[in-house]
């Protein structure tokens, strides 16, 4: 059992370069959420999905994009990095009711130079 | 707004000891709250979690945690605390009623020195 899977683990961009970060969960839970790790700010919403076709903004969308087409899927794409955007970002997925706990994948580390 | 305080950037025991890391949040109506260990260069793990009944709830590990709704307070413990307890620990607080947003606090460095 995979759980959430994020790919790629690892990528360095450019300035103004454009990148989807995919997440997929084999749990086959409705909610689906990114958030970015910043050193001493905890982890921060960027957006999130109640389920297939939804997306909603959370505490720090700006600069980020998402989509979720299919259920087990939930992809973040930025359009043109910036070096603001360099972080750790982690997928969650979640089977629904608000009292149920959050799984995570082992995180995406982006740089952007 | 719902938001969560981890007052304490690191903590630091000795192996053997008990082990107390603290979270204090603010959100509008009954809270859910949870606990999350990060070692390094992982994902996120679930530890526990409060959402009603008694207020000491037992997790993983052998951790707990003890809800006080007076001093809005969901403290993280340990009786014992071993070298591999060293890791990135974080609570998180959701509103009752809604499944969209869990709110993260900044996260506490646990030491256990041998």
């Known amino acids: 059992n995979a759980g959430v899977t994020q790919t790629p683990k690892f990528r360095v961009l450019k300035t103004g370069q454009s990148m989807t970060l995919l997440c997929a969960q084999d749990?086959?839970?409705?909610?689906m959420y990114w958030y970015r790790q910043d050193p001493g700010m905890g982890l921060r919403l960027i957006h999130y999905?109640?389920?297939?076709?939804?997306?909603a903004k959370g505490e720090v969308p700006d600069g980020y994009n998402v989509s979720r087409l299919k259920k087990q899927n939930f992809l973040l794409g930025l359009e043109s990095a910036a070096p603001s955007q360099t972080s750790v970002y982690f997928c969650?997925?979640?089977?629904?009711?608000?009292?149920?706990?959050?799984?995570f994948g082992q995180g995406t580390r982006l740089t952007v130079v | 707004a719902q938001s969560v305080a981890q007052p304490e950037d690191q903590v630091n025991v000795a192996e053997g000891n008990p082990l107390t890391v603290k979270c204090t949040y603010s959100?509008?109506?009954?809270?859910?709250l949870f606990w999350y260990v990060q070692y390094p260069n992982r994902g996120l793990q679930f530890l526990l979690k409060?959402?009603?009944?008694?207020?000491l709830v037992k997790g993983s590990y052998g951790f707990e945690a003890e809800f006080n709704k007076s001093q809005t307070s969901f403290h993280l413990k340990k009786p014992s605390a071993l070298v591999s307890d060293s890791a990135l620990y974080f609570c998180?607080?959701?509103?009752?009623?809604?499944?969209?947003?869990?709110?993260f606090g900044s996260g506490t460095q646990l030491t256990v020195l041998p």
């Open positions: 409060y959402i009603t009944g008694d207020n």
């Open positions: 969650a997925s979640m089977e629904g009711g608000a009292g149920t706990e959050a799984f």
């Open positions: 999905s109640v389920g297939e076709g939804t997306t």
């Open positions: 959100v509008s109506g009954n809270p859910y």
């Open positions: 749990m086959n839970h409705e909610y």
């Open positions: 998180a607080v959701r509103r009752s009623g809604s499944a969209r947003q869990l709110t």
